[in-house]
């Protein structure tokens, strides 16, 4: 049975070859684009729901008693219902007076990664991609997160901590949409392309719109919409099929 079935078109309209191909195959995990799929030079994805089974700050909001109201706010972020950045001050304010050791808890007990994660950015490091967590999330998850997967750069927000506890603030910028996408940008004029972006929310659009095999991994609807590709039956791993590296090349990891 084939794993990947490749059609080659002269013209035509990709919203339209997509629109048939999703009709013919749902569930699947697709890639329209005009470029032929190759290895990429950057690889820049999102971490939470991505690379990770879990949003982190609704799992911290767990141990606060609030999982139920932050939850609520990160799914409507996610939707594209919200501002991202009023939405992120908003949830970790509510956050404030945390212990800094649920951090800590949440990356032992809840925060594992997704499945084919750590093959996806192994066998690309391996064929001379380079690699970027960039997320909407915090550094004190991101951090560890990559240095288990393998990710060269990290671009996160970063929790306010004071005296072992939360402040409720944040340190520095907001990593908003407009900076995933600024990063995946500086990556390819730094080191060349193709580029591949994966993610799976409203704030990941930018990114997978301006990469050049931009792929939603189990996505809410605008991020799968936006992308020129989605995984929505496989793992992680489904990428590098897209993308035509076969399986003896990959990198078990």
Not at 124 to 146: I, S
């Amino acid at each position: 049975m084939e794993e990947v079935v490749h059609f080659a078109l002269e013209g035509g309209d990709a919203a339209t070859v997509r629109r048939v191909l999703e009709r013919q195959f749902d569930p699947a995990d697709l890639l329209v684009t005009e470029l032929v799929p190759q290895v990429p030079q950057v690889f820049v994805s999102d971490m939470d729901s991505t690379m990770i089974q879990a949003e982190c700050i609704d799992e911290l909001a767990d141990f606060a008693g609030l999982k139920d109201q932050i939850a609520g706010i990160t799914e409507r972020a996610m939707q594209g219902e919200l501002d991202f950045a009023e939405a992120l001050t908003e949830r970790v304010r509510l956050l404030g007076g945390l212990g800094e050791g649920a951090i800590a808890q949440c990356l032992a007990e809840r925060v594992p990664p997704m499945a084919g994660a750590a093959t996806l950015v192994a066998t690309l490091k391996d064929h001379g991609c380079y690699t970027v967590l960039v997320t909407g999330g915090f550094h004190q998850f991101a951090d560890p997160v990559a240095d288990l997967l393998g990710f060269e750069r990290v671009v996160a927000n970063r929790l306010a901590v004071q005296h072992g506890a939360l402040t409720g603030g944040l340190v520095g910028g907001i990593v908003d949409s407009s900076v995933k996408e600024q990063v995946l940008r500086e990556e390819v004029t730094l080191r060349g392309g193709p580029s591949l972006a994966t993610g799976d929310g409203a704030n990941d659009i930018p990114m997978l719109r301006a990469a050049d095999y931009g792929v939603a991994y189990h996505a809410k609807p605008k991020a799968r919409e936006a992308a020129h590709g989605y995984v929505a039956a496989g793992d992680l791993t489904s990428v590098l099929l897209l993308l035509g590296i076969p399986r003896g090349d990959w990198i078990a990891a």
